[in-house]
């Protein structure tokens, strides 16, 4: 009964090609992150969503789009896949607003190669 | 622009000794900081936590100490334990306007437990 799971934990695509990675968390957050570990291991914090609305969206290209169908999922779509696009990416969830006092719960990760 | 760094990107200790990971922001808004462990091929779990109105946090073998003046921030580990050996990461958190703020994370440092 994993708390936080994203799917496919793997994925490997061609340039050009549109993918998706889902997630969903059963913790009864109210808040869901998408983040992004690259090849320098920086983990960076893509969108947050609370309720289903978009809070933060930092300079992400428009090829990412997340889409929350409800409070419990945030999925990560992406079009026109670049090589650069290749890292881990991490979905996370926590108790809703006002602000950040408590911890992140983390997925595993999935990790994109793009070819 | 890093604003959260661990400058060791690795540290090698001997278990039942004392681990001291370092880490050091430059943005004067955080007022939380976050440890967070990571084993391969799995997300980030949180360990400790503290808040800038204190200077020390404890939980059981794992100890936070906090330097506002000179933005500064360590995690102790004693005795260190096999169980130990992940990455660690350093995470800040500062208000963002709209009431809603996610994690900036440092690179991470990976200790080491030698038997």
């Known amino acids: 009964d994993t708390a936080v799971s994203q799917t496919p934990k793997y994925l490997v695509t061609q340039m050009g090609n549109d993918k998706s990675i889902k997630c969903e968390q059963n913790?009864?957050?109210?808040?869901m992150y998408w983040y992004k570990q690259d090849s320098k291991k920086f983990l960076k914090i893509m969108f947050s969503?609370?309720?289903?609305?978009?809070?933060i969206n930092e300079t992400v290209p428009n090829r990412f789009s997340p889409k929350s169908p409800d409070k419990a999922h945030l999925n990560l779509h992406i079009n026109s896949l670049e090589l650069g696009d290749s890292a881990v990416y991490f979905c996370?969830?926590?108790?809703?607003?006002?602000?950040?006092?408590?911890?992140?719960?983390f997925g595993e990760g999935s990790r994109l190669t793009v070819l | 622009d890093q604003q959260v760094k661990q400058n060791s990107p690795s540290l090698s200790v001997q278990e039942g000794r004392i681990s001291i990971l370092n880490c050091d922001y430059t943005?004067?808004?955080?007022?939380?900081f976050l440890w967070y462990k990571k084993y391969p091929a799995e997300g980030p779990t949180f360990l400790i936590s503290?808040?800038?109105?204190?200077d020390k946090n404890e939980d059981g073998r794992f100890t936070v100490f906090l330097n506002k003046s000179a933005k500064h921030l360590s995690l102790h580990i004693v005795p260190s334990q096999p169980g130990d050996s992940a990455v660690y990461f350093c995470?800040?958190?500062?208000?963002?306007?709209?009431?809603?703020?996610?994690?900036?994370f440092g690179k991470g440092t990976h200790l080491i437990i030698q038997p």
């Open positions: 996370a969830s926590r108790t809703g607003l006002p602000r950040l006092t408590g911890e992140l719960f």
């Open positions: 913790l009864g957050h109210d808040t």
């Open positions: 969503y609370n309720n289903k609305e978009l809070i």
């Open positions: 943005n004067s808004m955080f007022d939380y």
């Open positions: 503290i808040s800038s109105i204190k």
């Open positions: 995470a800040a958190s500062a208000l963002v306007g709209g009431g809603a703020d996610g994690l900036t």
